[in-house]
């Protein structure tokens, strides 16, 4: 049989399992049951935050996020355009505009200097979105957020364990997001998290998740809310995975090192750890030097070895497309750049594999 290696899968070799069939037997599935508070005070815990709430997935994360800190019509959030469609998909829910910014070249995160030059009387917050487990330069942007009274959003979907001058991304904004999705640093399947250390913004966010049903009163909405809890199951898995959080980016940071020492420089360029950064490397990403990334990847595939293209500039596609702006790094990144396999259960073999293939088709 021809090999085939994925991009990425889970570990779920922990006490998903043992956790799970908890719930089924206790009959506690939907979104009351013991894992749900555990699952949060746990990550809270772990990332050292004051106060973190679940949900059913990563997008709502940051949809609740924007509506608790009332950003909406006739405001604008600062965003790269380099970054899943998610996160200004999110804005747009909220009515607000997003206003991209370009990325730097070391890193390949949020440029503060274009953050700076985008700020106008209408900008209410910045959203740092960490890519691919590397975080933005957030001592530079809560800096810029104070001077001119802005709210700073961080959006961790890709980011679960990294640090930034040795403090967890998600402690750095007014609030945080955070994504389980599959192939997620942490799984719950789907699922997020919204963390804050503001009580007030924190008891917002579960007030909306939650119909916007009173406290003292059964069954009585005192405001418009949404639906957007986690189950009792998808927290069982989500609190077996958090047991295991630092031997997943251990190994993956390995990962990460084999491709750095065995790539070809000439080749490629793997995404670069900037300075005072911990990467945990949710995904490996390189940028070809020369040739078709496209092809590249197709040669890739017939050899069994699954790769995904970087994201697209937001403001190449349609949605948001009116928008214009000139945004040479990430538009460069998007068009170069490729995803490959990261996942921690790869064996050496595999990944010796995955690096000759790598330096013969480039």
Partial sequence: MKIKIPVYEPSLTGNEKKYVMDCLDSTWISSKGKYISA?????????????????????????????????????????????????????????????????????????????????????????????YGHPCKLDVLQKIC????????????????????????????????????????????????????????HEKACHLKNQGVSKSVLYWHDIIGYNYRMTNICAAIGLAQLEQIDTFVS??????????????PSKYLFHPEAENVFHSYWMCSVLLLSGNRDLAREKLAEEGIETRPLFYPVHTMPPFAAAGGHFPVADKIGLKGFNIPSFPGLMEEQLKYIVDTLNKVA
């Fill in 146 to 201: 104070k001077d001119h009274g802005l709210l700073l959003i961080e959006d961790c979907a890709e980011a679960m364990a990294s640090k930034y001058m040795d403090k967890y991304v998600g402690t750095f904004g007014d609030m945080a997001t955070f994504s389980f999705f599959g192939n997620k640093t942490i799984t719950t399947g789907e699922g997020g998290m919204v963390v804050t250390n503001n009580p007030q913004l």
């Fill in 39 to 131: 699952f949060e005070n746990e990550f809270a815990k772990y990332i050292d935050v004051a106060h973190a709430t679940s949900v059913c997935n990563g997008t709502v994360a940051i949809h609740l996020a924007l509506m608790a800190m009332e950003i909406g019509p006739g405001d604008e959030v600062i965003v790269p355009t380099f970054t899943y469609i998610a996160s200004v998909n999110a804005i747009a829910y909220v009515g607000a505009t997003p206003v991209f910014v370009d990325s730097l070249e070391n890193g390949w995160q949020m440029d503060p200097g274009d953050v700076l030059a985008k700020i106008t009387p209408k900008t209410k917050a910045v959203m740092a979105v960490h890519l």
């Fill in 251 to 264: 190994r993956k940071r390995a990962v990460a090192q084999y491709y750095r020492d065995h790539l070809d």
